[in-house]
């Protein structure tokens, strides 16, 4: 099989229910994005990034492509047939106690910090922009268009990378530049 198809060689590409699309087109733009967000999970784990926080990004890209399943999926065809295809109210639910164990580890916050520190720390940050605008994309195509559950994940998920960000540097020993 070959990496090339040619069929978007006329900048279309095909939705998974064979729908014919403009590569411009705002569906495969969000999903693009979510692409871009997973790509720059997969460079946090290459900047050596601690083995407790790197297991959990990999889960988080494995549900990334789920995610961008689901948004390739306009008439959600494959969400039923293929259940690795789906995040859930539990995947939700693990972001969110996996924030609460990781800020036991960190002082509270008092002011805004500014995104940096370590590598793998400012990566993150990167990575939690990245997020929220994979969000931003995936609101804007309107409340029909996606399962409400999405934009959820993708919520928690901004905050968790947050967190994520902050823990790298805290176990790094960098400290925290206040706004």
Known sequence: MRIYTKTGDAGDTSLFDNTRVSKSDSRV???????????????????????????????????????GARLADPRSRIAERVTKAAVSEADIKRLEELIDALETELPPLRRFILPGGSSSGA?????????RRVERRVVALGADAVDPIVVVYLNRLSDLLFVMARVANYRAGMSEIEW
């Open 123 to 131: 990566l993150l940050h990167q990575a939690r922009t990245v997020c």
């Open 29 to 67: 733009d969000a999903y693009g994005e979510v692409d871009e967000l997973n790509a720059n999970l997969g460079t946090v784990c290459a900047s050596g990034v601690d083995a407790d926080l790197a297991t959990q990004i990999e889960k988080i890209q494995r549900e990334l492509f789920a995610v």
